[in-house]
C-alpha cells in the first residue's frame, strides 16, 4: 500500500474511517490499566482521532503519528489550537498542549521520538494495513516502545470475501502471530460492532467482531 493512498483520500475528504465520537470500549476499559498521572501515551497512525483528546482529559500527553498533514491540521484546528511547527529529521513536529504530532512516516519513528510512553493506543494503525505491512509495523512498533509498555489494541473481525479494506479484517489468530512470541495477549471483550459501524455495513458487511486486547510484554 503506497503512501499516497492516504494522504490522498485525507484530501479528497475519503475518511469514512474517521470516527467522530470517543470510542466506548477505549472509555471503559482505559482506567482498568491503572497508568501513571501525567504519563505519556504512543498512538501510531493517529489520524485526527478525537480519542486523542480523550486520552489528554485523562490527563496524558499523546505522542503521535501521522502521515498526511492534513488530518494533522486538522486535529488542532478542529480543538481551537496553533501548534508550534517544527523539523525533528524527516518530521514535523507539531506541537500544542499535551500533544506532540510528527507528521511523517510511522516506518521512520525512532525510540527517541516515543519516549518514556507508559502505553500504546492502537484502535486504527494494525486494521489500516495489509497483511505484508502489518508483521513490519508490529516488529517495528515493539522495536520503538520501552519495554513496560502496554499496547491497547482494537481489532476488527469480519468475513474478507464481503469487502476488500482497509480497514482490513484481523482476527485473534493474527494478533496472536504478530505479538504472540513477545506479548502476553489479554482479550478485554469481544463484541459484535456491526450497528456501530454503518459505513462497513454500507460496503456489504454482514457480520463485524470488534475486540479489544491489551498486551504486556514477557
Known amino acids: 500500500m503506497e503512501k499516497a493512498f492516504w494522504t490522498e483520500r485525507w484530501k479528497r475528504r475519503d475518511i469514512g474511517f474517521h470516527q467522530p465520537h470517543v470510542h466506548e470500549q477505549l472509555t471503559r476499559f482505559w ?9 505519556a501515551v504512543f498512538v501510531p497512525l493517529a489520524g485526527k482521532s478525537c480519542d486523542m483528546v480523550w486520552l489528554a482529559t485523562q490527563g496524558h500527553r499523546v ?12 486535529f488542532f ?14 518530521f514535523d ?3 500544542a498542549g499535551p500533544f506532540n504530532l510528527y507528521r511523517g512516516d510511522f516506518f521512520e519513528t525512532s525510540a527517541d521520538m516515543v519516549g518514556d510512553a507508559v502505553a500504546v493506543y492502537d484502535r486504527a494503525a494494525l486494521i489500516a494495513l495489509p497483511t505484508d505491512l502489518r508483521e513490519r509495523y508490529a516488529k517495528k512498533l515493539a522495536s520503538i516502545i520501552p519495554s513496560s509498555a502496554v499496547i491497547f489494541l482494537v481489532a476488527l473481525e469480519y468475513p474478507e470475501h464481503e469487502m476488500s479494506g ?25 463484541r459484535d460492532g456491526l450497528d456501530a459501524s454503518g459505513n462497513l455495513r454500507r460496503r456489504g458487511v454482514s457480520a463485524l467482531q470488534e475486540t479489544a486486547y491489551v498486551l504486556r510484554r514477557r
Open 63 to 74: 505522542i503521535g503519528v501521522e502521515l498526511s498533514d492534513v488530518a494533522v491540521r486538522e
Open 31 to 39: 482506567p482498568t490499566l491503572n497508568l501513571p498521572v501525567a504519563s
Open 77 to 90: 484546528k478542529d480543538g481551537g489550537q496553533t501548534p508550534e511547527i517544527r523539523s525533528e529529521g524527516p
Open 93 to 95: 513536529l507539531y506541537s
Open 166 to 190: 482497509p480497514p482490513f479484517s484481523v482476527p485473534r489468530a493474527e494478533v496472536e502471530r504478530l505479538y504472540g512470541d513477545t506479548f502476553d495477549i489479554q482479550v478485554l471483550e469481544a
